[in-house]
Antibody, heavy 125, light 107 residues
Framework: EVQLLESGGGLVQPGGSLRLSCAAS????????MTWVRQAPGKGLEWVSL????????HYADSVKGRFTISRDNSKNTLYLQMNSLRAEDTAVYYC??????????????????WGQGTKVTVSS | DIQMTQSPSSLSPSVGDRVTITCRAS??????LNWYQQKPGTAPKLLIC???SLQSGVPSRFSGSGSGTDFTLTINNLQPEDFGTYYC?????????FGQGTRLEIK
């Protein structure tokens, strides 16, 4: 069964840091780009970042650029999101998701086809 | 950034109805358009990718169409389990962007 399992969320003070993890299983992790999407309480979905299958290419939303870093360890089938200088507006459920296509097509042309259950991040003093 | 505008923002159809949700991109995204369904407290679920390709396991009453800037999600013969919020999302250019969502409440 294809599965993504996030962890690492929690309560952090403004200005603090947190690292989210997303453990993948049931598919060839190293063949797919991965992404993080977040959802603030009562709000819609916001794309955060993506990383290529190899990890050599990354992209970020302007709202997190310079503060968040996406990375992956293909030997451990794990995706990460290092979040620094956290702000109240970063409070959200963070989801990791898998690229529905592989390296032969454009990133996410086939959508985000598998999602984790989400991990909640609360930034508050 | 590419803006995605969905309409309507909410609707309350009856079981058996046909529902149409539209999504407009602020510039052409060809067919780099995906549709998701989200139920409260759960992760989004991919329904349609590449504008019109039905995801495996998704009932055939769901369909997608469009290209360029205008897209449509259609649900035929609406079922009680189809309640939730529907989002379109463009994957043509980063930053990827989602529509604001269409909340579907079964009457």
């Amino acid at each position: 069964e294809v599965q993504l399992l996030e962890s690492g969320g929690g309560l952090v003070q403004p200005g603090g840091s947190l690292r989210l993890s997303c453990a993948a299983s049931g598919f060839t992790f190293s063949s797919h780009a991965m992404t993080w999407v977040r959802q603030a309480p009562g709000k819609g979905l916001e794309w955060v970042s993506l990383i290529s299958a190899s990890g050599g290419s990354t992209h970020y939303a302007d709202s997190v650029k310079g503060r968040f870093t996406i990375s992956r360890d293909n030997s451990k089938n794990t995706l990460y999101l290092q979040m620094n200088s956290l702000r109240a507006e970063d409070t959200a459920v963070y989801y990791c998701a898998k690229d529905g296509g592989d390296m032969s097509v454009a990133y996410f042309y086939y959508g985000m086809d598998v999602w984790g259950q989400g991990t909640k991040v609360t930034v508050s003093s | 950034d590419i803006q995605m505008t969905q309409s309507p923002s909410s609707l309350s159809p009856s079981v058996g109805d046909r529902v149409t949700i539209t999504c407009r991109a602020s510039q052409t995204i060809h067919t780099y358009l995906n549709w998701y369904q989200q139920k409260p407290g759960t992760a989004p679920k991919l329904l349609i990718c590449a504008a019109s390709s039905l995801q495996s396991g998704v009932p055939s009453r769901f369909s997608g169409s469009g290209s360029g800037t205008d897209f449509t999600l259609t649900i035929n013969n609406l079922q009680p389990e189809d309640f939730g919020t529907y989002y379109c999302q463009q994957s043509s250019t980063t930053p990827y962007t989602f529509g604001q969502g269409t909340r579907l409440e079964i009457k």
